[in-house]
């Protein structure tokens, strides 16, 4: 069965400092990956994605996520985290070419100004 | 162009009453997905629409729920003899279709069941 597991449920950063949000997947073969976030009172936005070719993939708002098919992770990256980062992020994967999102429970991001 | 719209956006009733919730996806988006978030969880898949079929209902948590779409247009979701645990936040998504394809979410309806 696929699932995935974001070990951490909270972190919190200085603005400024760099920031990485662990994701591991349970899949057989190479999953649809994904990162949303979540603003207070909102609903998912996307952030990036991953279903082929280079394993490092860059997305909205300076956020970019490295695909480990070795350790089954595709944790999310961002050199200098601003206030406006603060939200509950999301990583979800699909193995199948149709339906449903696995998601993780989520990682509430807190920024220090 | 219009996101993924969903009504009502806050809904408190009494327990035992049914509800009714609303998707309006993305012009063009064969797939429609439910999901609910309870405070402080992830997201709960509960139902997925291609088209006007329902492949994969195995989300839906007792027979109290059930969902329909028009075409590949409006979704309803329905709760019926509400139950307290059933408050949540529910959310629509729709895509042009699995894959590699992202799921666009509406920004939901808090339920709230006294």
């Known amino acids: 069965a696929q699932s995935v597991t974001q070990p951490d449920i909270h972190i919190t950063v200085s603005e400024g400092a760099s920031l990485e949000l662990r994701c591991n997947y349970s899949?057989?073969?190479?999953?649809?990956l994904f990162w949303y976030v979540q603003s207070p009172g909102q609903g998912l936005q996307l952030l990036l994605k991953?279903?082929?070719?280079?394993?490092l993939v860059q997305g909205i708002k300076g956020f970019e996520a490295e695909f480990k098919r070795s350790q089954s992770s595709f944790n999310l990256r961002k050199p200098s985290v601003h206030w406006s980062d603060a939200a509950e992020y999301f990583c979800?994967?699909?193995?199948?070419?149709?339906?449903?999102?696995?998601f993780g429970r989520g990682t509430q991001l807190t920024v220090w100004p | 162009g219009a996101g993924v719209s969903q009504s009502p956006s806050n809904k408190v009733t009494e327990k035992g009453k049914d509800v009714e919730l609303r998707c309006d996806p993305i012009?063009?988006?064969?797939?429609l997905y439910w999901y609910r978030q309870r405070l402080g969880q992830g997201l709960e898949f509960l139902i997925y629409?291609?088209?006007?079929?329902?492949?994969?209902k195995s989300g839906l948590p007792s027979d109290r729920f059930s969902a329909e779409r028009t075409g590949e247009s409006v979704s309803t979701l329905t709760i019926q003899r509400t139950q307290q645990e059933d408050s949540a936040v529910y959310l629509c998504a729709s895509s042009l279709g699995g894959g590699q394809f992202e799921q666009y979410f509406g920004p939901g309806t808090r339920l709230t069941v006294t």
């Open positions: 991953y279903f082929s070719g280079d394993t």
């Open positions: 629409f291609q088209g006007n079929s329902a492949p994969d």
């Open positions: 979800a994967c699909r193995g199948s070419t149709l339906g449903r999102l696995y």
């Open positions: 899949y057989g073969a190479t999953p649809y």
């Open positions: 012009s063009g988006h064969t797939a």
